[in-house]
């Protein structure tokens, strides 16, 4: 089963403009991490967040995760076209990482 | 180049036949993975192998076969393959510890 949902299923923003996108998870997990999968091709691991960790980033990423709630979010700021991708989140409990559904964002020149 | 590398890239064949795919990875990673995205997109872990032992095997028909030879390689085999088999299966590896995984390219299987 996926590890849960990913809001929304779909963006479409400016270049330049900010991308959000949320995921909520099932189980307790150890860490949560976003990938990026460009079309046709495989997936790339973006960011880690500890199960201890509120807040992260990298570059013009920020990644939040609040335990209470099960739920993490992804910022992309200063969107670019390059962008362009589906974005997945998936926690990571021992061995296994599940993955969300993903989020699908398109960033328009 | 350092990488997770998977072969064939493409694979076209049909139903009830039997096939393979092979995974390799340079990274030094201790833990390799079969997961399988479906046409809507969803990412599935199939098996996981540490070290050259099977530590996950989720609910996977047992025409599904994975091997793992030496802990840089985990091969896919499939026997009697069905029009359900149609996705893209990607092998991974991580290191031990909290690392991100790192994924193959994929292999984008139809079965017709």
């Known amino acids: 089963s996926q590890q849960g949902e990913e809001d929304p299923q779909a963006l479409s923003i400016q270049e330049g403009e900010n991308a959000t996108m949320n995921c909520s998870y099932k189980?307790?997990?150890?860490?949560l991490q976003w990938y990026r999968q460009n079309s046709g091709r495989g997936l790339v691991h973006l960011i880690l967040i500890r199960s201890n960790e509120r807040e992260k980033h990298s570059g013009r990423l920020r990644v939040t995760l609040d335990t209470s709630k099960k739920s993490s979010s992804l910022l992309i700021t200063a969107s670019r076209a390059a962008d362009t991708a589906s974005y997945f989140c998936a926690g990571a409990a021992g061995n296994k990482l599940t993955f969300g559904g993903g989020t699908r964002v398109l960033v328009k020149p | 180049d350092t990488a997770v590398s998977q072969t064939p890239k493409y694979l076209v064949t049909q139903m009830g036949n039997d096939k393979s795919i092979k995974c390799e990875q340079n990274l030094g990673h201790d833990t390799m993975y079969w997961y399988k995205q479906d046409s809507k997109k969803f990412l599935k872990i199939m098996f996981s192998y540490n070290n050259k032992e099977l530590i996950i095997n989720e609910t996977v028909p047992n025409r599904f076969s994975p091997k793992s030879p030496d802990k840089a390689h985990l091969n896919l085999h499939i026997n009697s393959l069905e029009l359900g088999d149609s996705a893209v299966y990607f092998c991974?590896?991580?290191?031990?510890?909290?690392?991100?995984?790192?994924f193959g390219s994929g292999t984008r299987l139809t079965v017709v």
């Open positions: 189980t307790s997990i150890n860490n």
């Open positions: 991974a590896s991580r290191a031990t510890g909290d690392y991100g995984y790192t």
